[in-house]
């Protein structure tokens, strides 16, 4: 089979088992966050593809840490 590229599909499910904490998770297991990625728990971030959109691409969760890793610094500096 000869092809130009390649794009693995690696999955949509989002890897939200280690959240424990009451109220974080929504109905469909991820983690509703704001556009500096605070979560509904003061002091707690969260970024790439444990948020509910409708794809998952590597250079959206790395966008979605760089934003979450500023308000971090902000939200620390305070």
């Keep these: 089979l000869k092809i130009d590229g390649l794009f693995p599909l690696v999955g949509q499910d989002p890897n939200t088992q280690f959240v424990h904490i009451e109220g ?7 983690i509703p966050f ?6 509904s728990i003061k002091g707690l971030f969260a970024s790439g593809d444990v948020f509910n959109r409708a794809v998952r691409q590597i250079y959206l969760s790395e ?3 760089k934003v979450a890793a500023k308000s971090i610094i902000q939200y620390l500096g305070k």
């Design 24 to 30: 974080v998770l929504d109905e469909w297991k991820t």
């Design 34 to 39: 704001d556009r500096e990625m605070k979560t």
């Design 63 to 65: 966008r979605d840490g």
